[in-house]
């Protein structure tokens, strides 16, 4: 799971960005090692049919759509011939629909129909980015629908892919996620996905700027991963409580008013 990718992020970017060098390195490491990436699409209906997947099948995101994705990510795979999944939160592309709150330079849109003629997948990450688990029906519909039905428009194919903004979802986000039409998606959970996830909790592992090469590479074979993200798996945890405390409250807020 990658982010930005630039040799100067914004700073609220900064942590989950890769330099572009770093990148490089590590698709080269990839290329080496004889993995093939695939798409989210390709994977998940790889897993449903039960057909083949390629040798040492990896999956390469990249979440939000910043503006370094098209600059140096796209000439990156291409080098190796490598495809990826983008996972677009479509009110933060610079372009008619823009919201507030992209955290550095983004797309626009012609760079996104860029990305998707080159064969990398397209995929929705909502249109403003908010926590899913956190919203009533009616907006959490909104977020999805919008998000699907601008991708549509836009490049003239509907998205099938999602991906959970932070990673948080439940299952009332789960099946708002599969009843607006997207037939897989991803979370976070910094562990190598399996089959028993199902397709609507996929997990990933975490690409930041301070992981360097050999890292790199215990994440891709699935190296100590429990010790490599043992912090990531506390925070989350304790979070997650602050979290669910603070939903609980506003219902009992809604319910006394």
């Not at 990510?73 to 008619?96: K, N, Q």
């Not at 980015?129 to 549509?152: F, K, N």
């Not at 003239?156 to 998606?185: L, M, T």
Request: proline share 6%; net charge positive.
């Amino acid at each position: 799971m990658y982010h930005a990718v630039g040799e100067t992020p914004a700073p609220a970017a900064y942590g989950l960005s890769v330099a572009p060098e770093a990148l490089r390195t590590q698709l080269e490491l990839l290329a080496e090692r004889g993995f093939t990436p695939v798409t989210t699409r390709a994977l998940a209906a790889a897993w449903r049919s039960d057909g083949p997947l390629p040798p040492r099948p990896v999956l390469l995101t990249f979440d939000d759509g910043y503006e370094g994705v098209h600059r140096y990510a796209l000439p990156a795979l291409r080098t190796h011939g490598f495809t990826a999944t983008v996972f677009a939160t479509t009110g933060w592309l610079r372009g008619p629909h823009e919201t507030p709150g992209a955290l550095d330079l983004m797309l626009d849109w012609d760079q996104l129909r860029d990305l998707s003629a080159a064969g990398l997948e397209i995929g929705g990450h909502s249109h403003t980015h908010p926590q899913l688990d956190a919203l009533t029906g009616p907006r959490l519909r909104s977020e999805l629908a919008h998000c699907r039905d601008l991708l549509a428009a836009e490049l003239g194919r509907c998205p099938v892919s999602f991906a959970y903004p932070y990673g948080y979802s439940s299952r009332q986000v789960r099946a708002a996620v599969r009843a607006a039409g997207f037939r897989q998606s991803l979370a976070v959970g910094n562990a190598l996905a399996e089959r028993r996830h199902g397709p609507y909790a996929l997990r990933r592992v975490t690409v930041r700027r301070s992981t360097g090469i050999e890292e790199f590479e215990r994440l891709v074979e699935g190296r100590a991963l429990g010790r490599v993200f043992a912090r990531d798996r506390t925070l989350t945890k304790g979070y997650a409580l602050v979290r669910r405390s603070r939903q609980a409250l506003r219902k009992v807020t809604r319910a006394g008013d």
